[in-house]
């Protein structure tokens, strides 16, 4: 089976590097019923940068917007097997 490629949108939410807060993002994303294609955590000092790459980048940015995340977005291109 041959691999595609497609074009994805890459977000990255920043928030205080304490225990649950990367679990308290991916909760509101897990009950707004988003699928993540990618998921990547970094600690940046006091703070950490959550990266994720949604399937539906529509409902993705509605249910952000709806529990109030600040989102960087950068389009990148990304093997999807």
Same mark, same amino acid.
């Given at each position: 089976m041959p691999n595609t490629v497609r074009r994805v949108a890459h977000y990255a939410v920043t928030v205080p590097n304490r225990p649950g807060s990367a679990f308290r993002v991916l909760a509101a994303l897990v009950s707004a019923?988003?699928?993540?294609? @990618?998921c990547k955590g970094t600690p940046q000092g006091?703070? @950490?940068?959550?990266?994720v790459v949604p399937?539906?980048?529509?409902?993705f940015i509605a249910a952000a917007r709806k529990?109030?995340?600040?989102?960087?977005? @950068?389009?990148v291109i990304s093997?999807?097997?």
């Open positions: 019923g988003i699928n993540l294609l @990618a006091r703070r @950490a940068r959550i990266e399937d539906d980048t529509r409902r529990v109030s995340f600040t989102l960087r977005s @950068a389009p093997p999807v097997i």
